[in-house]
């Protein structure tokens, strides 16, 4: 499986992205999907998840009611949704698969496969 992750760049704070990560080489449907980011000068920090059904869904505290994950139908794509963008979620956005079936996972450790990373740049 290969990850492309696009859909980054400038935005004002309060606007809107759309991230999407797709898979490729293999069906993606099986593997949970995981968004990340990292900030300049930060750990890599988790964003949200979503189960290979598409069925369990799950956001960090930080982006909760902000951000939405989602799938299509093919599974082969993983979509992130942002809104009322703050400068604190600027950051390299990632996305990854977890080639194991043991749920949600949040550690990136847990991830075996990893996009190329997209920019997501907010000012204020």
């Known amino acids: 499986v290969q990850l492309q992750a696009s859909g980054g760049g400038p935005v004002q704070s309060g606007g809107s992205l759309r991230l999407s990560c797709v898979a490729s080489?293999?069906?993606?449907?099986?593997?949970?999907v995981g968004w990340f980011r990292q900030a300049p000068g930060k750990d890599r920090e988790y964003v949200a998840a979503?189960?290979?059904?598409?069925?369990?869904?799950d956001y960090s505290d930080v982006v909760k009611g902000r951000f939405t994950i989602s799938r299509d139908s093919d599974g082969n794509t993983v979509f992130l949704g942002m809104h009322d963008l703050k400068s604190e979620d600027t950051a390299i956005y990632y996305c990854?698969?977890?080639?194991?079936?043991?749920?949600?996972?949040?550690?990136?450790?847990?991830?075996?496969?990893w996009g190329q990373g997209t920019l997501v740049t907010v000012s204020s």
């Open positions: 080489g293999r069906p993606s449907t099986r593997f949970g």
């Open positions: 990854a698969v977890d080639l194991q079936p043991l749920g949600i996972r949040t550690d990136p450790t847990a991830y075996h496969i």
């Open positions: 979503i189960s290979g059904s598409g069925k369990t869904i």
